[in-house]
């Protein structure tokens, strides 16, 4: 077997089981895949979990203040106007897709014992906002709107929006991207050493 054919089970085998161990036998069954494909079945497997093979390797939590502050430009603050504490917290997950990775991205030695990978970039997803945990903290209000908020319920979407936005940018610049490529590449190493096969990895 030529390690240019061995290199493309190698990749379809490794994505498999990734896909399997996320997304459970079911699925896989589903897909009209087995563990062990054959060289007809490979190429479909492959376009078939273009959309699933996400890697999810880190989780952030995150808690931020939210300090929103409404004034009123006619009227004093003890008349009008408020200022409002949000505390929202939630989850970030930082993941790697497989899905993209190509014959190139993995070169396995001529006596097959180690490959080269080349993984893609980890990736953040949106923040899960946990609302249990989210609520108004402190809110001072003017005589008029305290009037107003008895008629009726002042909206809280914009506070969670808010919270979102300051999670997700606090998320970018912490080091969860990082880790999920660094846990990525752990998996992976696992993974090929189960095989007898040792993994290095190159940008």
């Known amino acids: 077997m030529t390690a240019a054919r061995m290199a493309k089970r190698i990749t379809a085998w490794a994505v498999g089981v990734i896909i399997v161990a996320m997304a459970g036998p079911f699925i896989a069954s589903q897909l009209g895949f087995s563990l062990f494909p054959t060289k007809q079945s490979e190429t479909t497997l ?4 273009q959309d699933t093979s996400k890697y999810v390797a880190a989780v952030g939590d995150f808690e931020v203040v939210v300090n929103d502050k409404e004034d009123n ?8 106007g408020r200022q409002t504490l949000f ?27 180690s490959v080269t990978v080349r993984l893609p970039k980890a990736q953040l997803e949106k923040p899960n906002l946990v609302q249990e ?10 005589v008029l709107d305290r009037i107003n908020d008895a008629l009726a319920l002042p ?5 969670y929006k808010m919270a979102e936005d300051k999670i997700a940018a606090a998320a970018k610049e912490s080091e969860l991207r990082e880790r999920a490529t ?3 590449k752990a998996m992976l190493t696992g993974m090929f050493g189960s095989m ?8």
């Open 46 to 49: 492959l376009i078939s979990i």
């Open 73 to 80: 430009l006619v009227l004093p603050d003890i008349l009008a």
């Open 87 to 113: 505390v929202g917290a939630g989850t970030v997950n930082a993941y790697v897709d497989l899905s993209g990775l190509a014959e190139d991205d993995l070169t396995l030695s001529p006596d097959g014992k």
């Open 133 to 142: 945990r989210s609520k108004v903290v402190s809110q001072d209000r003017g």
């Open 155 to 159: 909206e809280q979407a914009k506070f």
């Open 182 to 184: 660094t846990n990525t």
């Open 196 to 203: 007898d096969i040792q993994a290095t990895f190159r940008d």
